[in-house]
């Protein structure tokens, strides 16, 4: 509409951060953010071939707080990568204070203004890019690189260590990031499926961005990453309802521990099991069994209970 040109014309002047006003859904500079059955396969898939020849692994990410509390790990050192932004005329200035507040840490501004960042020119064109009706209060969008792997001695050097096998649920996987960080943990060895959830939207949104403050290290073979932890004297306990499982309760002497979640369904496989130091679990009055999350809200409270902070 001529009223949302004109305020994206006022933004230019206004601000020294270079953005680009999208005016039709099928421009190719946002084919990254289109879903499959409307993007154009082929700029898609060029675009998609050059980040990969760059060493990114692209993944759409969103929402207001999710995409501020990003660029705020970005400016604390996370390993996190924006490709490109997009979002509308009203939130443009939200994000651009968020980018600027990088500006003073590893994330130069020189580096910032490289980012490209695209406006729609309205509300109802930015719904008709993602096909579906967006929250026009929520509806900052980034393609980022995420999550970044980092070396498993970088986590065996920040301990506790939550390790996630095979949870595949990408809102249990955030829920659980959230309350791994809250309580003061923030190095993660995932498994393969695991890894898979770290990547969907769902995850960062359900974590309240809290997921870009972690480190991760994908494990695809958890059996050997779990015995290379415990080399380094970190006790591993695995939750798990069965005959050798104990009641959880506080490690107590350090922060040498980490903690093993399992499927949603299938808990432990026998192997993780079995390379565990420890098996515990969450004792219940009544029920087959806690959700994921909530066991592992319980078992990682009562690991780190009494022991230093």
């Known amino acids: 509409s001529a009223t949302s040109a004109g305020r994206c014309n006022d933004l230019e002047k206004q601000n020294e951060q270079p953005f680009t006003v999208i005016t039709d859904p099928n421009d190719e500079r946002v084919q990254l953010f289109r879903p499959k059955s409307l993007r154009n396969h082929a700029k898609y898939n060029e675009q998609l071939t050059s980040l990969r020849k760059h060493g990114k692994e ?29 979002t509308n005329d009203e939130l443009y200035p939200v994000l651009l204070d968020a980018m600027n507040g990088t500006t003073e840490s590893n994330m130069s501004a020189s580096n910032t203004n490289q980012i490209p960042i695209y406006v729609a020119e309205s509300q109802e064109l930015l719904n008709k890019i993602r096909g579906q009706k967006l929250n026009a209060g929520d509806s900052i969008l980034s ?64 974590s309240m961005g809290t997921i870009y403050y972690h480190r991760f290290y994908r494990a695809s073979d958890l ?4 015995k290379a932890i415990q080399a380094d004297g970190i006790t591993v306990y695995g939750v798990e309802i069965g005959e050798t499982a104990r009641p959880v309760g506080p490690h107590g002497i350090d922060r040498n521990w980490a903690a093993v979640m399992g499927n949603e369904d299938l808990g432990l496989t026998q192997a993780a099991g079995k390379a565990c130091d420890h098996i515990v679990f969450v004792p219940q009055a009544h029920g087959d069994s806690l959700n994921v999350g909530h066991a592992a809200a319980i078992t990682l409270f009562e690991l780190g209970r009494e022991g230093p902070l």
């Open 223 to 226: 059996g050997k990453t779990i």
């Open 143 to 206: 393609m980022i690189s995420f999550p970044v792997p980092s070396d498993l001695q970088e986590l065996v050097d920040n301990p506790p260590i939550l390790i996630l096998e095979d949870v595949r649920n990408a809102e249990n996987v955030g829920s659980i990031l959230r309350t791994a960080f809250c309580l003061g943990i923030t190095s993660i060895v995932a498994s393969p499926t695991a890894w898979a959830s770290l990547r969907d939207t769902r995850a960062a949104r359900c």
């Open 58 to 86: 692209p993944a759409l990410h969103g929402g207001r707080r999710a995409m501020v509390r990003m660029l705020e790990a970005c400016s604390m050192g996370s390993k996190v990568e924006p490709i490109c932004f997009l």
